[in-house]
């Protein structure tokens, strides 16, 4: 489709799309369809007929090498070809293993001292001296394990040779036909390209003993690379008359078509811009299309017609068209604020603490329309209590959304007093319930969690039940006790419960709209399948979690419309380690890109200037940085942009800096990197690896782990 519009373009653009060329396009394509057509089944009979005579070539000399070896005045190959197959089958699968080796080689390497092989090998190498054709041998089939049991092959090259004994992988189909050929029967053959030798047409007939028990091939093979030169020069007296054929054709079917086509067709363009022309002047009684007088008497007149009726009822439409646009964009565009304001209520910046380690947040809101009414939210109520809150409004729309802004300020405000879960659902309740005259009511799940006991209050007021994964379980329903809603009656009181999370501890909560997701069968997502996808998800980030229940939705709707608003909320308590003092630790939390660097060198630099480090232990570090940030910028989210923390701790007695690098990227752990030869030059030398090394070798201690769904880097440098 061009870019530009047919106004925009110049006369050569407009020759290129125009229908005339478009139609002469269209013909050539359509005869050049033909053609190949026509080509593809010319070329299929020729190489048909050509491969026959291949083929007839290939039997007609098995059929006479036959004849010669199967006389046994000149030799008995039923002794030779007995004793090679049977020393092949009786080889164990090792020793099969080792088929086209020396080592294999020399179990059979007696045989070809023998008289029987040697008369053999004279004889089918005459035959392949005197005659066209790739290569005439002696061998047997096992059906046991599909494969071709070479006994004499005279080949020339000693790359192709197959020595007695050697075997390879054939189709059982074609070669019981040649075992089973008889006088009379079709001619057996097998046409195949093998990487090692090409196309080949391959014949055989089998050899048989006094009994009429059939002990061996003869097969012959012959190249089809004639058939390829044969197919190549048919193409190109092909190509060269379908090229003047069809041009021929395209011209004069482009000659028909600006006729009996292009020409009206242009003149209802040309009627249709002086139309919009006198519209734009004021004029609205012209008769344009009216006065064409197109009497093609086919759809074209039709159209022409059409456009003449359609002239003279466009003016009310038009006006009514321009009313209804306006109102349109009125509403969408206050849609659009209203959907803006909403998203801009919820906390929606991840990472959420950046400065804190033992808590990961991540939430997530997808309404049905413009805007929802569910809602989620988490802060601090101080720097040891995290409040965490999930509420559904009920409806959809705009009213949902103003309801749920207001039920949101204040569960907020009110936790934010420091009052217990039930006490703030009470207070939101009595608040709301003074001036609900529209009756609406929200689901409410509250939880503040004391960050450093892992012990969390909760109140639930009509809301899902929320979701708990121990340290080493699975998630798992906590069915605890709802209360009525908000919004419903004045005098209801809420009761609490308690959770204690472990460290590793994480808890999910959502709304209806997940479980209640429904497909175009009208089946629900159902609380099961949440489950689990969450514990598919298990051990991954909160981010990670949330993104594994949203996939498999996904999944299970299908095209259906989203039915409900789906919010989601995870938190993943890390809690703090024995000892751990992030007081004393200095943290930088930024984006991982290469342009951050010199912002962590700075951070890094400006605690080594307190410690007056020496300038060679501070260009050590810098260079260790330098390295191990970039690994994170250009590999940890690729392609995606995640964040990274350093951390920088000061030893003593020694004095040492710590500086721990933290990403929750893909696990990597570049020390497990094998060193690189240093002693080799750089042109012999592998690429890679050399700024790890640098690292292990000017740091005094580098360690990683990968923990929490974290990567986790430290380096430590004596002072």
């Known amino acids: 489709m061009p870019e530009k519009s047919i106004r925009e373009m110049n006369w050569l653009e407009r020759g290129h799309y125009a229908l005339a060329t478009k139609t002469f396009r269209a013909t050539i394509i359509g005869a050049i369809g033909l053609g190949l057509v026509a080509f593809v089944i010319g070329l299929g009979l020729y190489a048909f007929a050509l491969g026959g005579q291949y083929v007839g070539t290939a039997f007609n000399l098995s059929r006479t090498a036959k004849g010669v070896l199967a006389l046994k005045s000149y030799v008995d190959l039923e002794p030779l070809c007995s004793d090679v197959y049977a020393k092949y089958k009786s080889l164990s699968e090792e020793e099969l293993a080792k088929n086209d080796t020396p080592e294999y080689e020399a179990i059979f390497s007696e045989f070809k001292d023998r008289d029987d092989y040697k008369k053999a090998l004279d004889t089918l190498t005459y035959f392949k001296q005197t005659s066209d054709v790739y290569d005439i041998y002696l061998a047997v089939y096992d059906f046991d394990r599909g494969c071709l049991v070479y006994i004499v092959d005279p080949e020339d090259d000693e790359s192709f040779t197959c020595y007695p004994g050697y075997f390879e992988y054939a189709n059982a189909k074609e070669f019981n036909d040649m075992i089973s050929w008889t006088e009379g029967d079709k001619r057996p053959y097998q046409i195949e390209n093998t990487e090692k030798y090409g196309w080949l047409a391959t014949s055989g007939l089998p050899l048989k003993n006094q009994y009429g028990e059939v002990y061996a ?61 006198d519209r734009r002047d004021g004029r609205r009684d012209a008769t344009h299309f009216s006065d064409l007088h197109i009497s093609t008497g086919d759809e074209l007149e039709n159209l022409a017609l059409i456009m003449a009726d359609m002239e003279t009822d466009l003016s009310d439409y038009e006006n009514y068209l321009t009313r209804v646009t306006a109102e349109k964009e009125r509403v969408g565009t206050e849609l659009a604020l209203a959907t803006r304001i909403q998203a801009d209520m919820l906390p929606n910046t991840f990472p959420a603490f950046p400065d804190r380690s033992d808590i990961d947040v991540y939430a997530v809101m997808e309404p049905a329309k413009e805007v929802g009414g569910d809602f989620y939210d988490y802060f601090l109520v101080d720097e040891d209590h995290l409040a965490l809150v999930i509420a559904d409004v009920s409806g959809k729309g705009i009213p949902a959304a103003l309801f749920m802004m207001e039920s949101k300020i204040l569960v907020s405000n009110f936790a934010k007093q420091g009052l217990s ?45 929320p979701v708990l994964k121990s340290t080493k379980g699975d998630f798992e329903l906590v069915k605890d006790k709802h209360g009525f809603v908000i919004g419903g009656l004045d005098c209801v009181r809420y009761t609490e419960y308690e959770l204690e999370l472990e460290k590793g501890a994480k808890i999910f909560v959502y709304t209806d709209g997940v479980p209640e997701a429904t497909n175009e069968i009208q089946q629900l997502f159902g609380t099961e399948r949440m489950l689990d996808a969450l514990n598919d998800a298990r051990d991954g980030t909160p981010k990670e979690i949330i993104q594994s229940v949203l996939w498999a939705v996904d999944v299970f709707v299908g095209d259906a419309p989203q039915f409900d608003d789906m919010t989601m909320l995870c938190v993943h308590y890390i809690g703090k380690e024995e000892g751990d003092d992030l007081a004393n630790s200095k943290i930088l939390t930024v984006d991982a890109v290469p342009d951050n660097i010199e912002k962590v060198t700075d951070f890094v630099n400006d605690e080594l200037s307190a410690l007056d480090c020496p300038l060679k232990i501070q260009m050590q570090i810098d260079v260790a940085i330098d390295e191990l940030f970039s690994n994170i910028a250009h590999y940890a989210y690729n392609p995606d942009t995640g964040p990274a923390t350093v951390m920088v701790d000061i030893e003593k007695d020694p004095l040492a800096v710590v500086i721990t690098f933290v990403d929750q990227g893909r696990p990597y752990d570049p020390l497990k990197k094998e060193d690189p030869d240093v002693t080799l030059s750089a042109d012999e030398r592998e690429v890679g690896g050399l700024g790890i090394f640098l690292v292990k070798k000017t740091m005094d201690d580098v360690k990683y782990e990968y923990k929490d769904g974290k990567n986790i880097l430290t380096i430590k440098k004596n002072i």
């Open 421 to 465: 879960p039930k006490e703030v659902l009470r207070q939101v309740n009595l608040q709301i319930c003074d001036h609900n005259k529209e009756e609406m009511f929200v689901t409410v799940w509250l939880g503040i969690l004391d960050l450093t006991s892992g012990k969390m209050v909760c109140a639930n007021a009509g809301h899902e039940y």
């Open 217 to 277: 091939l003869v097969l012959s093979d012959v190249s089809l690379s004639q058939v390829g030169r044969g197919m190549r020069v048919f193409t190109l007296q092909f190509s060269l008359a379908m090229f003047v054929v069809v041009n021929l054709v395209a011209v004069f079917m482009t000659l028909h078509m600006k006729k009996h086509l292009v020409k009206p067709l242009n003149d209802i363009s040309d009627a249709a811009q002086n139309y919009i022309k």
